[in-house]
């Protein structure tokens, strides 16, 4: 076994949610960046090992992720973790120990079956503390249930409540730069991810998603994310610039490349065995704003060949 540590300079998630740290500097957009992240290690874990083998991690909270410079999210525990073979998965298993109380599967604790969808309970856990800004055993949910957020977020879900549980912090989100961008995440990506982490939380492990679609819902809901800032921002008039002409053109080329740079993510799932060309790329992201009808000034593929180029 080899053993990999890394210096997270930006320490935890648990840390932020708990107010130790500046929760502000998780915009709406990193937010999406991290679970997208924590999500990619779980898929790996659970269907891309050797000899379909696949790691339960068992102890998935907000304290496992490691946050590095980039706030980019790595799973940093696995102590409680088990290696399964496929035939391993639907049979009993009595252990010690299962993680922290409020991401524990509930249907684990009643059937003692231990699989993949124990560790997407406790990720969807997870994603609603990152919607919430508070831990799952913050007091507020504590006083509505001894389980914590999970039955308090799938009850405000049922109720179309939820709303009120958001961070209020992503609700009136500014710019990076200091002048107002836009207000909160935009309605469709907040949309798909709630309804995700809703999936995710169900109290059967047969409802519950895969980890292959949850990255695929997460992606859709930061590609909404983006793209919605990007527009908001050719939208914007210029009078209501801080620095007239000159800040609007870097404000709509910064969102763009940031489009763009996503979006070349989502297209690439894996560099090291798909390649292709930087005009071929390019193309294709050239016809797919296009079609959403987000192009900024007059750009030709060549000028989406640059960017690409760039990126990549």
């Known amino acids: 076994m080899i053993l990999i540590i890394e210096d997270f300079s930006n320490e935890f998630l648990g840390m932020y949610l708990r107010n130790l740290k500046d929760k502000r500097l998780l915009t709406w957009e990193k937010r999406l960046k991290i679970c997208i992240d924590?999500?990619?290690?779980?898929?790996?874990?659970?269907?891309?090992?050797?000899d379909q083998t696949r790691i339960i991690n068992r102890d998935i909270?907000?304290?496992?992720?490691?946050?590095?410079?980039?706030?980019?999210?790595?799973?940093?525990?696995?102590?409680?973790?088990?290696?399964?073979?496929?035939?391993?998965?639907?049979?009993?298993?009595?252990l010690s120990g299962v993680g922290r109380p409020h991401y524990r599967d509930p249907e684990?604790?009643?059937?003692?079956?231990?699989?993949?969808?124990?560790?997407?309970?406790?990720?969807?856990?997870?994603?609603?503390?990152?919607?919430c800004g508070r831990l799952a055993n913050?007091?507020?949910?504590?006083?509505?249930?001894?389980?914590?957020?999970?039955?308090?977020?799938?009850?405000?879900?049922?109720?179309?409540?939820?709303?009120?549980?958001?961070?209020?912090?992503?609700k009136e989100e500014v710019g990076e730069n200091g002048f107002v961008l836009h207000r909160g995440p935009n309605k469709d990506s907040l949309h798909t991810f709630i309804t995700i982490a809703h999936q995710c939380v169900a109290e059967t492990q047969d409802q519950r998603p895969t980890m292959k679609v949850i990255v695929k819902e997460l992606e859709k809901a930061l590609f909404l994310q983006v793209s919605y800032c990007f527009k908001f921002s050719l939208s914007t008039p210029r009078s209501n610039m801080c620095d007239g002409s000159l800040l609007y053109r870097k404000q709509k080329l910064e969102c763009f490349t940031r489009l763009g740079s996503n979006y070349i993510k989502f297209i690439v799932k894996n560099p090291f065995h798909i390649i292709m060309s930087s005009m071929n790329l390019s193309s294709l992201l050239f016809r797919h704003c296009r079609n959403l009808s987000i192009l900024p000034f007059r750009l030709s593929s060549l000028d989406f060949a640059r960017i690409a180029y760039t990126k990549i």
Request: a negative charge; one cysteine or more; hydrophobic letters at 40%.
């Open 61 to 94: 909270n907000c304290f496992n992720i490691g946050l590095d410079d980039n706030f980019g999210a790595k799973i940093i525990d696995f102590w409680w973790s088990v290696l399964l073979s496929p035939d391993q998965e639907n049979k009993d298993h009595h």
């Open 108 to 131: 684990y604790e009643k059937t003692h079956k231990l699989k993949k969808e124990s560790d997407v309970y406790g990720f969807g856990v997870v994603l609603f503390e990152i919607l």
């Open 38 to 50: 924590v999500a990619n290690a779980l898929k790996y874990i659970h269907y891309e090992m050797e």
């Open 138 to 170: 913050d007091p507020i949910y504590l006083k509505e249930s001894a389980r914590g957020l999970d039955p308090v977020a799938r009850r405000s879900f049922s109720t179309g409540s939820l709303e009120e549980l958001i961070d209020p912090i992503i």
